[in-house]
């Protein structure tokens, strides 16, 4: 008799997203001709920028052309925009980082869950609370935890609460662990990491012997120069850190799909015999024998990003989001909430009103307001009390939704 892995079992049934649509479901049906906003998900709603729309099109001529066909593409990525990526993102920021050591990907979601293929299962692990939902959860298929208790955290997981009293980036743990997950800028509470704060963590996962996954998801939102946007800015952050990046936000790719993960080739970890490896060998070997690529059409497009004309309509994208946020912020404040995140970063983390729970907030505002925003508790048991707006949304969405809000709040 086949078995199942009996880790997925553990996972907590009611995943945020599907019990968000349920309960807008349930209120549609019930209200069928409510105008409903919806500021929940994080995706993305404006069109892809034209420079990689027509560096995809070429890309679909190349492939009808037998001189120019490509069938597999190296696992790692195409040479051209490995390059492209080390100059544009890492060394013109004065990071070390070589076209070899970037692995172009399908997404960031897959990634981050998939590095722990190339990690022990006795690793302590630390993610904060609240949190990008799927790195607990795919640490807990991984077997890397125990069972939920019922605030929904996992026994064997070190959380690292965040919250306004430490400006939502957590302390650097008094305990040691060998595996922490850093987000910034923020999802979901739009918090920003400065240079002195990640040097703090480097120092930690230097003398600890820690690995940080370091998740740059929204790096492209932060516009204050003086913010890092690659912990690769960090002295030593080679030495202990793997990132994560993605097309996703800041050039619409969502659906595309395409990303980059970046593994230095002077990183180690230990082997239970006690010797150092390489980790970028074993990622390297992971990549080669479980993935084929991204498809041609769709690096040519990435590709596209690092033009001149790319570099500035994906600056238009990302500053209308901006944008979006700002009225966000500024709106809801005006309205007497207190507000965090949202400036340098497309997520807005509002603290409920009058004590009122997560969920709580998300039916009233659903109902009085028929917007949809997710709920903080969503995240992490930490972020009871909190709520997340995204700024991914049409400027009239954003707008209305607002005065909505404003007007009953
Ligand atoms: N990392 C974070 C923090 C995210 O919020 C998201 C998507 O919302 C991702 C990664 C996923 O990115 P991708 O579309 O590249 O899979």
Redesign the pocket.
């Known amino acids: 008799m086949a078995t199942v892995n009996d880790n997925y079992l553990k996972l907590k049934a009611g995943y945020l997203f599907p019990e968000i649509a349920r309960r807008v479901n349930a209120f549609a049906q019930a209200n069928p001709d409510a105008p409903i906003i919806r500021l929940g998900i994080?995706d993305v709603t404006e069109p892809l920028p034209e420079a990689c729309r027509q560096a995809m099109i070429k890309a679909v001529e190349d492939m009808g052309d037998r001189s120019l066909f490509k069938g597999y593409g190296p696992e790692q990525g195409y040479e051209w925009l490995r390059e492209k990526i080390a100059k544009h993102d890492f060394q013109a920021r004065g990071c070390e980082i070589d076209a070899s050591e970037i692995f172009v990907s399908d997404?960031?979601?897959?990634d981050?869950g998939n590095i722990l293929e190339i990690f022990g299962h006795d690793n302590t692990i630390a993610v904060t609370d609240p949190v990008?939902p799927?790195y607990v959860d795919t640490n807990v298929m991984a077997g890397n935890t125990g069972e939920a208790n019922d605030r929904g955290e996992y026994a064997g997981l070190v959380y690292l609460p965040i919250s306004a009293e430490n400006n939502f980036t957590a302390e650097i743990p008094s305990q040691k662990v060998d595996l922490v997950y850093l987000?910034f800028p923020n999802?979901p509470t739009g918090a920003v990491a400065t240079k002195e704060y990640l040097k703090a963590w480097v120092d930690y996962a230097k003398a600890n012997g820690t690995i940080i996954f370091f998740?740059a998801?929204?790096e492209a939102y932060v516009t204050d120069e003086s913010l890092p946007r690659s912990i690769y800015e960090i002295e030593g952050a080679r030495d202990c850190a793997i990132e994560?990046r993605?097309f996703?936000?800041n050039a619409g790719?969502?659906g595309t799909?395409c990303?980059l993960t970046v593994v230095p080739k002077t990183l180690t970890a230990k082997a239970s015999d006690g010797s150092d490896v390489e980790l970028w060998k074993l990622w390297n070997r992971r990549q080669s024998t479980k993935f084929n690529g991204v498809s041609y059409i769709v690096q040519r497009g990435a590709e596209a990003v690092y033009s001149e004309e790319g570099q500035a309509q994906i600056k238009t994208l990302v500053n209308f989001y901006l944008e979006n946020a700002k009225i966000i912020r500024e709106q809801l404040t005006a309205a007497g909430l207190s507000v965090y995140g949202g400036v340098n970063a497309p997520y807005v983390w509002v603290k409920t009103p009058n004590g009122l729970s997560s969920w709580d907030f998300f039916d009233k505002l659903l109902n009085v307001c028929n917007v949809v925003g997710t709920p903080g508790s969503g995240f992490g048991a930490a972020g009871e009390g909190y709520f997340r707006i995204s700024a991914f949304n049409s400027r009239e969405n954003v707008v209305e939704a607002m005065k909505r809000i404003t007007a009953k709040f």
């Open positions: 994080g997404g960031s979601k897959c981050t990008y799927v987000c999802n998740d998801a929204y994560f993605s996703s936000k790719f969502t799909r990303a």
